[in-house]
């Protein structure tokens, strides 16, 4: 067995361990945009994504058919341990896209492994710390920056995490990203994401096919020159607003 050997959060962990979390789990492949569970749920497993070329997407939806797209995660990761640590319920829906092998491991199971073993448990502390980190920036972002720096930024991030299709243009985004599923991962209209695109899509910095939700970034680097050159208007705004007030005065 041994299929949890290129999991993050069970790095280091010795075979037979490994073989005793797989062997007391269950094996999913769930199909395109099945639900793994939804806000409410009682929080009773932990699910480790094994291999597979598509991601499980986390997020929360409102009332009014919008939602907020927490992460993506891909090969490698786990997802909804917090509720299992927490011992809650969920506070947020789970769905698979495209295709992915899952291990679904029972709350006890995991809880158990989790008082026994230290190195599970730095490995936990070391991908929660990195997952709070991004939280910070995501504030940060939303408070200071312009929309196009942060779906920059957040285009970076997808790409560098996880990877993409190199093609003779640049690298496609592993699986599909919709105007809508990028406005719900900066919680922002689709109107002012398609705004974005069109503007990035005539200086050729990204193709995006809408119908198929396939956005390659094809200049990175002109991508990091927006971040830039947005941050340094927005600091030359803020400079001019301090000194007219200071006129005013």
């Not at 492949?29 to 499980?56: C, N, W």
Request: glycine share 10%.
């Amino acid at each position: 067995m041994t299929a949890l050997l290129d999991v993050k959060a069970f790095k280091g962990l010795d075979c037979a361990e490994l073989d005793r979390i797989e062997a007391s789990s269950r094996v999913l492949v769930p199909h395109d945009g099945a639900r793994l569970f939804v806000e409410g749920d009682t929080a009773d497993a932990v699910y480790a994504i094994m291999k597979g070329s598509g991601h499980v997407r986390v997020g929360a939806p409102d009332t009014n058919s919008k939602g907020l797209m927490i992460d993506v995660f891909g090969p490698g990761d786990i997802f909804g341990e917090m509720g299992v640590i927490e011992r809650s319920t969920r506070t947020a829906d789970a769905v698979a896209e495209g295709r992915v092998r899952l291990l679904r491991i029972s709350s006890k199971v995991f809880l158990d492994t989790l008082h026994c073993n230290a190195v599970l448990g730095e490995n936990l502390c070391l991908m929660l710390v990195k997952r709070l980190r991004r939280t910070s920036l995501l504030f940060r972002d939303a408070t200071f920056e312009s929309l196009e720096v942060r779906l920059a930024s957040q285009l970076i991030y997808l790409v560098n995490r996880e990877g993409g299709r190199k093609t003779e243009y640049g690298f496609q985004l592993v699986g599909r990203y919709r105007q809508g599923d990028l406005a719900d991962l900066l919680g922002t209209t689709t109107r002012s994401i398609i705004t974005i695109l069109n503007s990035w899509r005539k200086d050729g910095i990204v193709i995006y096919d809408s119908a198929r939700g396939h956005l390659t970034i094809c200049r990175e680097d002109d991508l990091q020159q927006c971040i830039l050159a947005c941050r340094n208007r927005t600091k030359l705004g803020v400079a001019s607003d301090l000194a007219k007030a200071w006129d005013g005065d």
